[in-house]
């Protein structure tokens, strides 16, 4: 096993524990303040921080780790977590919401640096002339991340029916804290460190490829949460009458099968050397909500429409979702990758902040429908700022 090889099972490693309690904590909190009487907008709300604090994290993050190293920020986003889980483990009479929001934006500064860390380690590992084994790298790493998130969605409505809320958060922060104590030790010194020591004002990416992408980002990953982040675990459960474990099992069953696509994305796409695969995915994803909405008003038994429209939805996501993946690794300088990389995923974490906010007052004032025609929207702005992508030998050139 060679040195690279092995420092890819670490970070990947540290990925899948830290998505497992990310997926879990995400299904508790929604679960749990929807049982306590909270409001769609309300449970909404109690994610504003957990996202506005990831475009932060995203932006500065990328200059610490050509700062700092990757190592580093890797394993202060997993020590930061395990803080965010331990606020949560207090009373029930103190669980009011500025302390929740306040845990959530830990949970979100931990969960971009972790993310970011893990995603500029790759293009590291892999020689810039092997797009093939990059590709298929970010896709591995990608796919296999969202499956775990779907397991722990699963978790986190099995844990919050088994032990509580607090004897959830409490078994998470002890299983990663074991975790963040290996990768002190497992983890290579001086990952991803910049050889040019980079100013602050480089934080905002000079590349055209890399804004251009990183806006599409920003309205594809906001077309999937406006429906998906609050609005459908709350309609699954209200509409359809659902339990808990239920709509949790649901859920994790449609990421997992996200996450299994994405794993297998360059053999559905082939290799990338244009942009013409990011543009046609992106157009032929924005007709799929605008029909579950055109079915849902047509008065169709809503279960198939729903459940049927998501399944497809989740494909087209991956597939779109993984070509971004590859893309921004690929566009991204191999010296201070983890600047080009975290200025997109903050653009990332801003379309999942806009995604947010939208689902719970939309869908509260409005209904799925409506969270559904803005999804088609949003997903035909990536489509349309995808055609303004150059070309990859392009781009490498700028």
Not at 97 to 102: F, G, L
Not at 309 to 323: D, E, K, R
Request: aromatic fraction near 12%; glycine fraction near 10%.
């Amino acid at each position: 096993m060679t040195p690279s090889i092995r420092q890819y099972l670490v970070i990947t490693g540290n990925y899948w524990a830290f998505t497992l309690t990310d997926g879990a904590l995400r299904m508790l909190v929604v679960l749990h303040f929807h049982q306590l009487g909270y409001s769609p907008l309300e449970i909404a709300l109690l994610f504003i921080f957990y996202e506005f604090f990831g475009v932060v994290t995203n932006l500065v993050g990328g200059y610490l780790g050509a700062r700092m190293g990757l190592n580093r920020t890797m394993n202060i986003g997993l020590f930061l977590q395990i803080v965010a889980l331990g606020m949560l483990a207090v009373p029930a009479s103190m669980l009011i919401v500025p302390w929740v929001m306040a845990a959530q934006a830990l949970s979100g500064i931990a969960k971009d640096l972790n993310k970011m860390s893990a995603k500029s380690g790759i293009k590291l590992l892999v020689p810039d002339t092997d797009q093939g084994k990059l590709y298929k790298w970010v896709a591995i790493l990608t796919g296999s991340k969202n499956t775990l998130k779907g397991v722990g969605f699963f978790l986190g409505g099995v844990l919050l029916m088994a032990a509580g809320f607090k004897g959830a958060v409490v078994i998470m922060a002890v299983a990663l804290g074991l975790v963040w104590l290996l990768s002190l030790f497992l983890l290579k010194e001086e990952l991803g460190k910049s050889k040019a020591k980079p100013k602050f004002r480089e934080i905002l990416s000079k590349s055209r490829a890399i804004n251009v992408l990183s806006a599409a980002r920003m309205f594809l990953f906001g077309a999937r949460d406006v429906w998906f982040v609050v609005a459908l675990p709350v309609y699954l459960h209200t509409v359809f009458g659902w339990d808990f474990w239920k709509v949790g099992a649901f859920m994790a069953t449609w990421i997992i099968g996200y996450g299994f696509i994405q794993t297998i994305a360059p053999r559905i796409t082939g290799n990338m050397e244009d942009k013409q695969p990011a543009v046609l995915w992106a157009a032929a994803l924005a007709l799929v909500p605008a029909a579950i909405a055109v079915g849902l008003m047509a008065g169709w038994p809503p279960q198939v429409v729903v459940v049927g429209g998501l399944l497809l939805f989740g494909v087209l996501f991956a597939i779109n979702s993984s070509l971004h993946s590859y893309l921004i690794v690929s566009y991204a300088r191999g010296d201070g990758v983890s600047l080009d990389v975290g200025f997109y995923y903050m653009s990332n974490a801003a379309g999942r902040l806009l995604g947010t906010i939208l689902s719970g007052w939309v869908y509260q004032a409005y209904g799925l429908e409506a969270c559904l025609w803005i999804s088609a929207g949003l997903v035909s702005v990536a489509a349309l700022l995808s055609l303004m992508l150059p070309e990859r030998r392009y781009a490498l050139a700028s």
